[in-house]
């Protein structure tokens, strides 16, 4: 039976490429694989079997934590934002999940519990990003009563580079972390992708690189296989409707797209319903049987409109690669002002995934 040709593969042996590669980058630096966000849309049990020569994983949600568990019982699983509620750390302890602790309010969970696991805590650290984490001036503080508790056996401490992929760096919030820990020798947890690339492990014990696990780039300005990366997810789908049209007519709602010549627009399964943004403008890069050419038009619910003038093959049936293996999804992303790392994670549910190794 044949079905709507849209469908994402993983490719477990681009990641495989991409986590020796990650790994001879972190030298004797430890690596959290950032799974977060069922791995970044890939799916987590299905980039599972690629994780092999990580050592921890490190989650947001607690039932992939819960799920990662189930899968190994060894390696160290870091919860990002750490607990929200006593229940939660209990869950956490049962699990033998390790900690961020990034506010008072769970420094205040950790002294009240009951319980007999000691966590390995990373207290996370705010050197500058403003996001989440623990004031400079009272990090000292915190890591005292942390080490004082019988629910914390030990504590890395933990920051996140805001500005890692432009020109101002990490310096500046390194500068501020050593501030904070002082004279303390304690084992360091910092850098994301784009720190790991750009600058080596810093000084710490365990990296978070996530998406260049995944094969895409966390610069703007360089392209993921400058650093050396494969895609691991392939968006494709298929021509489903073919349209030759004049010189004035119009393409798709709203009439967005008018044509200058003679064309053959191509239809392809596959539009905002599936994950393919709707803010993708006119003119923005797909593959079509191998050759390259652009989106017309305004990209509905189910459909999107490719100009096949000059695909001689270009008809019904003809494959269309809209991110992945010859078209890097940094550059399509690009088009819709935004990253690779936003449209990985939001594919749609009813996009088909397959797994090829
Ligand atoms: C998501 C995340 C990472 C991974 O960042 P990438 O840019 O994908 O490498 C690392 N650390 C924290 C705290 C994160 O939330």
């Given at each position: 039976?044949?079905?709507r040709?849209i469908q994402?593969?993983?490719?477990?042996?681009?990641?495989?490429?991409?986590?020796?590669?990650?790994?001879?980058?972190?030298?004797?630096?430890?690596?959290?694989?950032?799974?977060?966000?069922?791995?970044?849309?890939?799916?987590?049990?299905?980039?599972?079997?690629?994780?092999?020569?990580?050592?921890?994983?490190?989650?947001?949600?607690?039932?992939?934590?819960?799920?990662?568990?189930?899968?190994?019982?060894?390696?160290?699983?870091?919860?990002?934002?750490?607990?929200?509620?006593?229940?939660?750390?209990?869950?956490?302890?049962?699990?033998?999940?390790?900690?961020?602790?990034?506010?008072?309010?769970?420094?205040?969970?950790?002294?009240?519990?009951?319980?007999?696991?000691?966590?390995?805590?990373?207290?996370?650290?705010?050197?500058?990003?403003?996001?989440?984490?623990?004031?400079?001036?009272?990090?000292?503080?915190?890591?005292?009563?942390?080490?004082?508790?019988?629910?914390?056996?030990?504590?890395?401490?933990?920051?996140?580079?805001?500005?890692?992929?432009?020109?101002?760096?990490?310096?500046?919030?390194?500068?501020?972390?050593?501030?904070?820990?002082?004279?303390?020798?304690?084992?360091?947890?910092?850098?994301?992708?784009?720190?790991?690339?750009?600058?080596?492990?810093?000084?710490?014990?365990?990296?978070?690189?996530?998406?260049?696990?995944?094969?895409?780039?966390?610069?703007?300005?360089?392209?993921?296989?400058?650093?050396?990366?494969?895609?691991?997810?392939?968006?494709?789908?298929?021509?489903?409707?073919?349209?030759?049209?004049?010189?004035?007519?119009?393409?798709?709602?709203?009439?967005?797209?008018?044509?200058?010549?003679?064309?053959?627009?191509?239809?392809?399964?596959g539009g905002?319903g599936d994950g393919?943004?709707?803010?993708?403008?006119?003119?923005?890069?797909?593959?079509?049987?191998?050759?390259?050419?652009?989106?017309?038009?305004?990209?509905?619910m189910d459909?999107?409109?490719?100009?096949?003038?000059?695909?001689?093959?270009?008809?019904?049936?003809?494959?269309?690669?809209?991110?992945?293996?010859?078209?890097?999804?940094?550059?399509?992303?690009?088009?819709?002002?935004?990253?690779?790392?936003?449209?990985?994670?939001?594919l749609t549910a009813r996009v088909p995934v397959?797994?090829?190794?």
């Amino acid at each position: 039976m044949n079905s709507r040709p849209i469908q994402a593969i993983v490719n477990r042996d681009a990641m495989r490429h991409n986590i020796s590669l990650i790994k001879s980058l972190a030298g004797s630096a430890k690596v959290f694989a950032v799974v977060k966000a069922d791995g970044y849309g890939h799916g987590l049990s299905r980039i599972f079997p690629a994780l092999s020569q990580i050592d921890g994983f490190a989650v947001i949600e607690m039932d992939a934590a819960a799920f990662l568990r189930e899968q190994d019982a060894r390696r160290p699983i870091l919860l990002l934002e750490g607990v929200f509620s006593s229940e939660e750390l209990s869950l956490a302890a049962d699990l033998q999940l390790d900690l961020v602790v990034h506010n008072i309010e769970q420094i205040a969970l950790l002294e009240k519990c009951e319980l007999s696991y000691p966590f390995h805590v990373f207290l996370k650290i705010n050197t500058g990003m403003n996001r989440l984490g623990i004031k400079v001036d009272e990090v000292m503080q915190c890591y005292q009563v942390l080490c004082s508790l019988p629910a914390v056996e030990r504590v890395t401490a933990m920051t996140h580079y805001a500005e890692a992929d432009s020109p101002r760096g990490v310096d500046w919030q390194n500068a501020q972390f050593l501030e904070a820990i002082g004279s303390l020798v304690v084992p360091a947890c910092k850098s994301n992708s784009a720190a790991l690339f750009r600058f080596g492990p810093n000084e710490e014990s365990w990296v978070r690189p996530g998406i260049a696990l995944y094969g895409a780039s966390p610069m703007t300005d360089v392209s993921a296989s400058s650093l050396g990366l494969k895609p691991v997810m392939t968006l494709k789908s298929g021509i489903i409707g073919v349209q030759e049209i004049g010189i004035g007519e119009r393409v798709g709602y709203g009439g967005t797209f008018t044509a200058n010549q003679h064309m053959k627009i191509g239809i392809v399964a596959g539009g905002y319903g599936d994950g393919y943004p709707r803010s993708m403008p006119n003119g923005t890069p797909v593959i079509v049987d191998g050759i390259r050419t652009c989106t017309v038009g305004r990209v509905s619910m189910d459909t999107l409109a490719v100009d096949l003038t000059d695909v001689p093959t270009g008809n019904v049936g003809s494959t269309v690669v809209l991110w992945g293996e010859g078209l890097p999804v940094d550059e399509v992303a690009q088009n819709a002002g935004t990253i690779g790392y936003e449209l990985l994670t939001r594919l749609t549910a009813r996009v088909p995934v397959f797994c090829s190794d």
